[in-house]
């Protein structure tokens, strides 16, 4: 079968598809009522606080422990940190653009 009939046929078999979807679809209202034992809005709200709630409190012996005091840093603890420093001689750098070129 040439490529243009099968393009064609292609083509005829997905139009009558989309026109048969659109002719036999059902249209029924989607926003009707959910009819009894349906879940509103507000349940829906009540169910996402209880649940922020519950995941609110601490669970777990992590819980149980009392809060560390907050204590002063100490000397000791700190490291010093050092002050700008001075660049290096300009002949270091000559003696690496040397070596850099020797590869």
């Known amino acids: ?8 046929s292609c083509m005829c078999s997905m ?43 601490p669970t777990g012996k992590h819980h149980l422990r009392e809060p560390r005091e907050p204590t002063e840093p100490s000397a000791v603890d700190t490291i010093p940190i050092p002050g700008p420093q001075a660049p290096p001689p300009l002949e270091l750098h000559h003696r690496v653009l040397e070596a850099l070129q020797r590869l």
């Open 1 to 8: 079968m040439p490529p243009l009939w099968t393009a064609l």
């Open 15 to 57: 139009l009558l598809g989309m026109t048969l979807m659109y002719a036999y679809r059902k249209r029924l209202p989607q926003h009707t009522g959910a009819g009894e034992g349906a879940t509103n809005v507000w349940q829906l709200i009540e169910h996402v606080e209880a649940e922020a709630t519950r995941n609110a409190t």
